[in-house]
T-cell receptor, first 114, second 115 residues
Framework: DAGVIQSPRHEVTEMGQEVTLRCKPI?????LFWYRQTMMRGLELLIY????????DSGMPEDRFSAKMPNASFSTLKIQPSEPRDSAVYFC????????????FGPGTRLTVL | AQTVTQSQPEMSVQEAETVTLSCTYD???????LFWYKQPPSRQMILVIR??????QNATENRFSVNFQKAAKSFSLKISDSQLGDTAMYFC????????????FGTGTRLTIIP
């Protein structure tokens, strides 16, 4: 199995630009999670989906952040407009509910906003 | 809300020795899961071991074992015969068995294995 795939691995952009992060979960998994890792706040959940439906988006910082899951094999996290404080590593994770307890993480996207 | 506390920001140990990483948590839930994840310099999050709260037996995975004390809300990780490849950040994490399925992480312990 290919594991969770994220793209890009690294993104450098300027303040005010739109950023789109992409995630392909493991085939057969029906839950998808977006986490953000920063030095100040550690690892925190942004949003998660069950069967492509958003369940908990309370961690999304503000209206500049949006996430979609149009089908079972693809999700995006968009930041518009980006700000320097959005610089972080963004992880996508997936899980097959009611079968595996653990979440399988992708390699992460390191975002730098100048 | 659940909280996870890792009180050891950094630890170091000689290769081949045993080291124990501490984790405590706070929850009002009766049924939940606990995990230890490893994050090496590559930043990939790797599951090390998991424990179901309803199981009294401590989980073991090769050189890794846990000491799960439900009443004390403690979940420590023991690494035996430590190897250089064990050098990494280690995160303790909590997940409800029913309801919100997010992982709540501790702040991590940076473990360095000294040759």
């Amino acid at each position: 199995d290919a594991g969770v795939i994220q793209s890009p691995r690294h993104e450098v952009t300027e303040m005010g630009q739109e950023v789109t992060l992409r995630c392909k979960p493991i085939s057969g998994h029906n839950s998808l999670f977006w986490y953000r890792q920063t030095m100040m706040r550690g690892l925190e959940l942004l949003i998660y989906f069950n069967n492509n439906v958003p369940i908990d988006d309370s961690g999304m910082p503000e209206d500049r952040f949006s996430a979609k899951m149009p089908n079972a094999s693809f999700s995006t996290l968009k930041i518009q407009p980006s700000e320097p404080r959005d610089s972080a590593v963004y992880f996508c994770a997936s899980r097959r509910r009611d079968y595996y307890n653990e979440q399988f993480f992708g390699p992460g996207t390191r975002l730098t906003v100048l | 809300a659940q909280t996870v506390t890792q009180s050891q920001p950094e630890m170091s140990v000689q290769e081949a020795e045993t080291v124990t990483l501490s984790c405590t948590y706070d929850t009002s839930e009766s049924n939940y899961y606990l995990f230890w994840y490893k994050q090496p310099p590559s930043r990939q999050m790797i599951l090390v071991i998991r424990q179901e709260a309803y199981k009294q037996q401590n989980a073991t995975e090769n050189r890794f074992s846990v000491n799960f004390q439900k009443a004390a809300k403690s979940f420590s990780l023991k690494i035996s015969d430590s190897q250089l490849g064990d050098t990494a950040m280690y995160f303790c994490a909590f997940m409800k068995q029913v309801g919100n399925e997010k992982l709540t992480f501790g702040t991590g312990t940076r473990l360095t294995i000294i040759p």
